[in-house]
């Protein structure tokens, strides 16, 4: 079964997305990007939905680090995010995402933007 990192600080969205998700991946809810790269040093998921606005660390600076790492790098990351403009669509595009999905997402079409990168 493949795993997915669901990377947010809400916890209502991990939540939905949870429970989207948890009856065909093996799901693993992070509370923030600090604690999503201490869990990267055990486990490598096969996706990781990455919400954008975060304190501490936001999407774009954890994509960031997740591409200049070889091992991560590999790794598709679709941002979730509330705000949704072209720049942002662009940056996010620019910086490697496989996609962006707008919160509240659609469950139906969550499942197909991870079911064409796992």
Not at 17 to 34: D, F, K, R
Not at 56 to 74: I, R
Not at 97 to 105: E, M
Request: glycine letters at 4%.
């Amino acid at each position: 079964m493949s795993t997915i990192f669901i990377v947010d600080d809400s916890d209502t969205n991990l939540a939905t997305a949870e429970e989207a998700l948890e009856n065909q991946y093996n799901v693993m809810t992070i509370p923030s990007a600090a604690k999503m790269f201490t869990l990267l040093e055990k486990v490598t998921p096969n996706l990781i939905l990455l919400d954008i606005e975060m304190p501490e660390m936001n999407g774009f600076e954890a994509l960031e680090k997740l591409k200049s790492n070889s091992v991560w790098a590999k790794i598709p990351v679709i941002f979730l995010t509330g705000t949704v403009d072209a720049s942002i669509e662009k940056r996010g595009l620019d910086l490697g995402a496989a996609g962006i999905i707008s919160k509240p997402f659609s469950i139906p079409a969550l499942l197909e933007k991870i079911k064409a990168h796992v």
